[in-house]
């Protein structure tokens, strides 16, 4: 999956970043939540973008060390 999302993310540089900057957005939204109405249910969205977040660094080494432009 790594790898694929590599490749996805040379060939489409827009829209990988279109995907971060949603994944950070995701995170200051539920902590700006989190903060303001102090329930936890807001620790989802910070939950939910641990896997994506993740799998860009990885993504992001591996096009570091095999792809190159």
């Known amino acids: ?3 694929k999302y590599a ?3 040379q060939k489409h540089p827009k829209t990988h970043v279109t995907f971060v900057a949603l994944m950070v957005l ?3 939204v539920s902590m700006a939540l989190l903060l303001l109405q102090e329930k936890l249910i807001f620790t989802f969205g910070l939950l939910i973008a641990i896997f994506p977040l993740v799998l860009f660094a990885k993504a992001s080494d591996y096009r570091k ?5």
Request: no cysteine; charged share 15%; proline share 0%.
């Open 1 to 3: 999956m790594v790898i």
């Open 7 to 9: 490749r996805f993310s």
């Open 26 to 28: 995701s995170i200051i």
């Open 65 to 69: 060390k095999y792809l190159h432009n």
